[in-house]
């Protein structure tokens, strides 16, 4: 359902004339022009598109809202390109979609997480708002690196990287399994030679029996004799 | 350095009654003659002062053992190394006129010129007889259970029934073996009983 009565949203027309659409006037008229003038800066030279629209947007659910960014953004601009839509009346934050040619080869994992860190550094403790003007530098900032780290195959560097990291960390585990088998091993050795140890000796260690005091019997002086007998069968002849 | 633990009374380990060796009447720990046939051991003759024999582990003097006195011999080694205290022997003897095998072993013990006599453990048979006897000397007696030895004796004299001298010898002092085990376990921890009550 549309919470916006009447205004369509930007993002829902053709491309504006400018990089900032700002109907909600949350950034000052300076900070304004000063971020146009960067922004065309980075369109000019670096061919990366940050479109910022700081306006009510339509109420719907997230994934929708982003499909439509996407979508917006493809027709809007055949470079590299971004749009960070913000509607100060919602609790949400900004969302910050981007796509151009440089994505076919980014490691996509790792520009997700460095948009959500910037999301996160662009909200400010004294206030509710994000800061736009932040973000949006950064955005187009991040944008024209990844742009150029295609070009400069950094993106299989970072691929790279990342299966170095795999291999490191399967190396790691196969080093943990090994410790860990060389240590139950061990302690598995350490017991069953404790037991052998034991064992031996056990069967070197001499017994004692404790000296008594005793009498003599019938005056004898070593034994006194028993009659514990046994009579036993002949064997047969 | 520290001083030797005193010496307990045999009471304490005592594992069976003794009884006359000529009438097999119950004796008190102390006697000197038996109560009922006054016997003693001079009874049966003065002890030798001079050409008293030296026992030996193995003393086939009736020949039952012939060639397998090794493994006899090897299980009496075994017991003497593990209880360095204590002699064993084994005696094959037809004997003499007067002597009943309880007797003769008795004598034996008594005239012998080993150090330890006291710590002697003599299994004698008589073939002529048909009769085991075992023999202990005052220390090792008190340790040895005479029910227990009754099994032993009863379980070596079927070996011999059936002409098996060497391997009911061998069975013998290998049940000896562990009896004797047992009882050094039980000693012990008798004595450190009663050496904490002292």
Request: glycine share 6%; net charge neutral.
């Amino acid at each position: 359902m549309l919470r916006a009565q009447g205004a369509q949203a930007t993002y829902l027309g053709t491309r504006p004339s400018s990089f900032i659409t700002d109907r909600s006037s949350l950034i000052s008229q300076e900070k304004k022009m000063s971020l146009e003038s960067f922004l065309r800066h980075q369109s000019n030279i670096f061919g990366t598109d940050v479109f910022v629209l700081l306006e009510t947007l339509p109420d719907l659910p997230r994934d929708e809202s982003i499909k439509r960014f996407n979508k917006t953004g493809d027709s809007w601009s055949d470079q590299n390109w971004a749009i960070i839509a913000y509607d100060p009346k919602s609790f949400r934050s900004p969302f910050v979609v981007s796509g151009g040619p440089f994505l076919q080869t980014t490691n996509s994992e790792f520009l997700l997480a460095e948009i959500e860190l910037l999301q996160d550094l662009s909200l400010q403790s004294w206030s509710n708002k994000p800061d736009i003007d932040f973000l949006a530098r950064q955005v187009a900032g991040t944008l024209v690196f990844f742009a150029r780290a295609r070009d400069a195959n950094v993106n299989e560097t970072v691929q790279d990287l990342k299966v170095q990291a795999n291999a490191e960390r399967h190396a790691q585990e196969s080093r943990n399994i090994l410790f860990t088998g060389l240590l139950v091993a061990s302690l598995f050795s350490l017991v069953i030679g404790g037991i052998i140890c034991r064992k031996i000796y056990m069967s070197q260690r001499k017994m004692l029996f404790p000296e008594t005091r005793w009498p003599q019997r019938l005056g004898a002086p070593y034994s006194g004799g028993s009659s514990v007998k046994y009579h036993f069968e002949p064997p047969a002849q | 350095m520290p001083s030797p633990p005193p010496k307990l009374s045999s009471r304490m380990f005592q594992k069976s009654v003794h009884d006359c060796p000529y009438c097999s009447f119950e004796l008190d720990r102390a006697d000197l003659t038996c109560s009922r046939c006054q016997s003693h051991l001079e009874t049966l003759g003065p002890l030798p002062k001079d050409g008293a024999v030296l026992l030996e582990s193995i003393m086939d003097l009736a020949g039952l053992l012939q060639g397998d006195a090794e493994k006899v011999k090897k299980m009496i080694a075994r017991s003497e190394k593990k209880f360095p205290q204590l002699k064993l022997i084994f005696c094959s003897i037809v004997c003499p006129e007067n002597f009943t095998p309880n007797t003769l072993g008795w004598w034996m013990l008594n005239q012998g010129t080993n150090p330890q006599l006291t710590w002697t453990g003599l299994l004698l048979v008589d073939p002529a007889s048909s009769q085991i006897t075992f023999q202990a000397g005052y220390d090792l007696e008190i340790f040895i259970d005479r029910r227990k030895l009754e099994t032993l004796l009863t379980e070596c004299g079927q070996w011999f029934t059936l002409g098996e001298w060497s391997t009911g010898a061998e069975k013998f002092f290998q049940n000896l073996h562990l009896m004797l085990k047992n009882a050094h376990q039980e000693s012990r921890e008798i004595e450190k009983q009663a050496l904490k009550l002292l």
